[in-house]
C-alpha cells in the first residue's frame, strides 16, 4: 500500500489542482486507494460503492465498464504500474474473496461436483501486483477437490484446515470399518 499511496498522493501533491478533485473522478482515485489495501477504512466505503455498483449485463461489459471508471483518475495512466493496477483491481476485485472462488471454481460435471483449487490468474494478477498490499489476504484452499476442498480466507485457514482434517479422518476411519459408502 506504500507504494501506491505515494505515487497517488505525490502526484496529487504536485498540481494544486489535484487537490479539488470532486465527484467521479475523487471516487476513482479513492477506489484505486481502497481496492489496493486489504484494510479499508470506513473513508472508503463511498469511493467502493461507486464501483461496485457498475454492473453490466455481461462481466466482460462491467469489467470494462469499472476499468473506465477507475481510468477517470488522473494517476490511472501515470506509468506501466499503474495501468496495471487499473486492469489488475477491474478484473480481480470483488471476484477474489474466498466466497467468490467457491463460485466461480464450482464444477458439476454428470458425475461428479467440486470446488476446483486452481487459482485465477486474474486474482494473482490483483493480491500480487507491486502497487497493492493484499499479500497476506490471499484465499487458501483447504483439502481436495475430490475430498469437498474448498476456498477460505487466509485468516480463517488454520480453523479451516483443522476441521476439514477431523471430518477427512472421520470419515476414512468410518470406510477402514465398513461404515461408509
Request: with cysteine.
Amino acid at each position: 500500500m506504500n507504494r501506491i499511496l505515494f505515487v497517488l498522493c505525490a502526484g496529487f501533491l504536485i498540481s494544486p489542482a489535484h487537490a479539488e478533485f470532486t465527484g467521479d473522478v475523487k471516487l476513482a482515485c479513492e477506489a484505486i486507494l481502497c481496492l489496493s489495501t486489504g484494510q479499508r477504512p470506513s473513508e472508503c466505503s463511498p469511493s467502493i460503492k461507486r464501483y461496485f455498483d457498475i454492473q453490466k449485463k455481461k462481466w466482460s461489459k462491467t469489467v470494462s465498464a469499472r476499468r473506465d471508471f477507475l481510468n477517470q483518475c488522473p494517476e490511472a495512466d501515470a506509468d506501466d504500474n499503474m495501468r496495471g493496477l487499473v486492469n489488475a483491481i477491474a478484473n480481480g476485485a470483488g471476484q477474489c474473496d474466498a466466497a467468490a472462488l467457491n463460485v466461480s471454481s464450482f464444477v458439476q460435471s454428470d458425475n461428479e461436483s467440486y470446488i476446483a483449487n486452481d487459482y485465477p490468474t486474474h486474482c494473482d494478477a490483483l493480491y500480487s501486483h507491486a502497487y497493492t498490499d493484499l499479500s497476506q489476504y490471499i484465499p487458501r484452499y483447504v483439502g481436495a477437490p475430490s475430498r469437498g476442498g474448498y476456498w477460505v480466507e487466509a485468516k480463517d485457514y488454520d480453523k479451516a484446515k483443522a476441521e476439514y482434517d477431523a471430518r477427512i479422518a472421520a470419515e476414512d476411519a468410518a470406510n477402514a470399518w465398513g461404515g461408509g459408502t
